[in-house]
């Protein structure tokens, strides 16, 4: 049975900093690309974060410089550090795991974790 699990959403004050975990179980995590997403209310959900099997990262153009996203194999998690918080980036956060197959394509997601900033 295939589990992501997130964890480390609050509420923060803007200009703060908090760090999204994403625990994997079932699948060969080092195989997969993993991402991190959010959907804040009354939108759609929209890719934060990705980091492939290599290691390579890309972010959305709004969380350049302000967010890491990092994996460590060995835990099979998945990280996004998260800096200088701004309004904004309030929503549900997703954790995402993708893998391309030669035949087809498989993706999983988490329960997501509410970050939210405010004053």
């Known amino acids: 049975q295939v589990q992501l699990v997130e964890s480390g959403g609050d509420l923060v004050q803007p200009g703060g900093s908090l760090r999204l975990s994403c625990a994997a179980s079932?699948?060969?995590?080092?195989?997969?690309?993993m991402g991190w997403y959010r959907q804040a209310p009354g939108k759609q959900r929209e890719l934060v974060a990705v980091?492939?099997?290599?290691?390579?990262?890309n972010y959305a153009d709004s969380v350049k410089g302000r967010f890491t996203i990092s994996r460590d194999n060995a835990k099979n998690t998945v990280y996004l550090q998260m800096t200088s918080l701004k309004l904004e980036d309030t929503a549900v956060y997703y954790c995402?795991?993708?893998?391309?197959?030669?035949?087809?394509?498989?993706?999983?997601w988490g329960q997501g974790t509410q970050v939210t900033v405010s004053s």
């Open positions: 995402n795991g993708h893998y391309r197959g030669f035949l087809n394509d498989l993706d999983y």
């Open positions: 079932g699948i060969i995590f080092r195989f997969y690309a």
């Open positions: 980091i492939t099997s290599g290691g390579s990262t």
